[in-house]
């Protein structure tokens, strides 16, 4: 068993499922899940075993979230004429990583020693709930500014969300 695995073996459940539900909603609140991602996704023990502990994953949320919206404005090629658009998925996808942080936040103060399995079980859905519906703000505010681009651009946007996480670069044009 590696030092990271035996840590994650001695903390609380709580800390686990904050640390899973934190990386979760960094990764999964920016974009939507496709089935090339779906394919590769990590199981939520394997996440947290990456994971040193829930504080140090959300503590460098906000620059991720930044950077990522940066990072997609860039590729899907935003124009002047679609800002505005912009502007709301980006508001969403920081409204988003707020929740989540309030959510860590509030499971912080109880005590983990107190929670029962069931208890670790509904802090998990509690975590799962707030995900779906920032993913569904999300794409409601993407799907505003989706249907004004141009199809060369929609396109394009098609490739940048199949190659999430892959590193790909945007569609030529």
């Given at each position: 068993m590696s030092p990271l695995s035996r840590t994650f073996a001695n903390s609380s459940p709580l800390l686990r499922t904050v640390a899973i539900a934190a990386l979760m909603g960094t990764t999964m609140l920016v974009s939507p899940l496709t089935g090339a991602r779906a394919e590769s996704a990590t199981t939520p023990m394997h996440i947290a075993q990456k994971s040193p502990d829930a504080k140090a994953a959300t503590e460098a949320k906000g620059e991720t979230v930044e950077a990522r919206i940066t990072k997609l404005?860039?590729?899907?090629?935003?124009?002047?004429?679609?800002?505005?658009?912009?502007?709301?998925?980006?508001?969403?996808?920081?409204?988003?990583?707020?929740?989540?942080?309030?959510?860590?936040?509030?499971?912080?103060?109880?005590?983990?020693?107190?929670?029962?399995?069931?208890?670790?079980?509904?802090t998990y859905q509690e975590f799962a709930q707030a995900h779906l519906a920032g993913l569904k703000d999300l794409t409601s505010s993407f799907k505003t500014l989706y249907d004004s681009m141009p199809d060369a651009q929609k396109k394009n946007a098609d490739h940048v969300f199949q190659s999430f996480g892959h590193d790909a670069a945007p569609a030529k044009s």
């Open positions: 404005h860039a590729d899907l090629k935003i124009t002047a004429d679609e800002q505005a658009k912009w502007d709301s998925v980006a508001q969403t996808m920081r409204d988003n990583a707020a929740a989540m942080d309030k959510l860590v936040a509030s499971k912080r103060s109880q005590d983990p020693k107190t929670m029962t399995a069931v208890d670790d079980l509904n």
